[in-house]
């Protein structure tokens, strides 16, 4: 019994990873992760004796509580104050969650992302943009390999309308990924942006910053933040511009994510923000800061 406790209990990171891709926030994600224990354990033993596969069991289960707290979440968020975006995490935080074995089952580099261990905050932007049926569907099967029956009974559909969630999931996952770049290429342009930068004038940023460029910041009502979008890449160059002006003594350090190269901003020590980007043909697409202090749990100390 203690070696099957064990096995349950190694199952615990894998899980947070999973609650991370279902709902976009390592809180969120712990709630999944604690919710889908409590179940476990209210089982009776001759209950939990009868599950021929208890990892498996633990999988399903948290994706029906993740759809639970998605529509939830989804009503939060319409609420939210400002642009609401996923947490960023370290490239490596899930390191191994999802297996040599499972990463190995596809050819096709546009699916590679889906598998990876590194979770790319352009992906959770794509999940978030979902129904919460098709995010569950997507992740369950496409990332942790559930069978589309087992998907089923968890959500409460049919397993042919569960394929058909995952695949309209999967189309837009790879109209996402169409204009993606090779690793080296988008950290190339992010090192060359960071150069820029540190002209302090507009023109050289403006090599580097497509002309439809998007800049989101998310402070969620708690610190200062843009509470709309930033368009055009000459109102983004001055809207960075601008806060380094105002903070002088801020530092901007280069750090991997799922996306590639991004950066991690510190004042007097302490991490205030954290910025992802995308890249396509050469330029900045998107940037993504997050300042919520809510979301910066990664970048604490311990």
């Known amino acids: 019994m203690d070696d099957d406790l064990d096995d349950v209990f190694r199952e615990r990171r894998r899980l947070l990873a999973l609650g991370y891709r279902m709902t976009g926030t390592l809180a969120d994600a712990e709630d999944v992760v604690q919710e889908t224990y409590l179940r476990w354990y209210r089982l009776t033993e001759a209950e939990r004796e009868a599950i021929a596969n208890p990892a498996g069991w633990l999988t399903t289960v948290a994706g029906r509580i993740a759809l639970d707290l998605l529509g939830s979440a989804r009503r939060r968020r319409e609420q939210y104050i400002g642009p609401w975006l996923p947490?960023?995490?370290?490239?490596?935080?899930?390191?191994?969650?999802?297996?040599?074995?499972?990463?190995?089952?596809?050819?096709?580099?546009?699916?590679?992302i889906t598998l990876d261990d590194e979770i790319s905050t352009a992906l959770l932007v794509v999940l978030e943009a979902m129904t919460p049926a098709e995010r569950?569907?997507?992740?369950?099967?496409?990332?942790?390999?559930?069978?589309?029956?087992?998907?089923?009974?968890?959500?409460?559909?049919?397993?042919?309308?569960?394929?058909?969630?995952a695949a309209s999931a999967r189309r837009h996952v790879r109209e996402s990924r169409a204009?993606?770049?090779?690793?080296?290429?988008?950290?190339?342009?992010?090192?060359?942006?960071?150069?820029a930068t540190r002209t302090g004038e507009v023109a050289p940023l403006l090599r580097f910053l497509a002309p439809d460029v998007e800049l989101r910041s998310d402070g969620g009502g708690v610190v200062s933040a843009a509470r709309?979008?930033?368009?055009?890449?000459?109102?983004?160059?001055?809207?960075?511009?601008?806060?380094?002006?105002?903070?002088?003594?801020?530092?901007?350090?280069?750090?991997?994510?799922?996306?590639?190269l991004g950066f991690v901003f510190r004042e007097d020590g302490e991490v205030v923000s954290v910025m992802n980007l995308r890249v396509a043909a050469g330029r900045i697409t998107q940037l993504w800061i997050v300042l919520n202090p809510a979301k910066l749990s990664s970048w604490l100390p311990g």
């Not at 947490?87 to 590679?112: H, K």
């Not at 569950?136 to 569960?162: M, N, W």
């Open 228 to 260: 709309n979008v930033v368009s055009g890449a000459d109102n983004v160059a001055r809207f960075l511009l601008g806060i380094a002006a105002k903070r002088p003594t801020m530092t901007m350090e280069q750090q991997q994510f799922g996306d590639g």
């Open 179 to 195: 204009t993606a770049v090779p690793r080296a290429e988008h950290d190339r342009v992010v090192r060359a942006f960071q150069e």
């Open 87 to 112: 947490e960023p995490v370290p490239a490596d935080r899930f390191a191994g969650t999802i297996g040599a074995r499972r990463a190995s089952l596809t050819e096709d580099p546009l699916d590679r």
């Open 136 to 165: 569950v569907a997507f992740v369950l099967h496409d990332v942790f390999a559930v069978p589309f029956d087992e998907i089923a009974e968890a959500v409460g559909r049919t397993s042919a309308a569960v394929r058909q969630l």
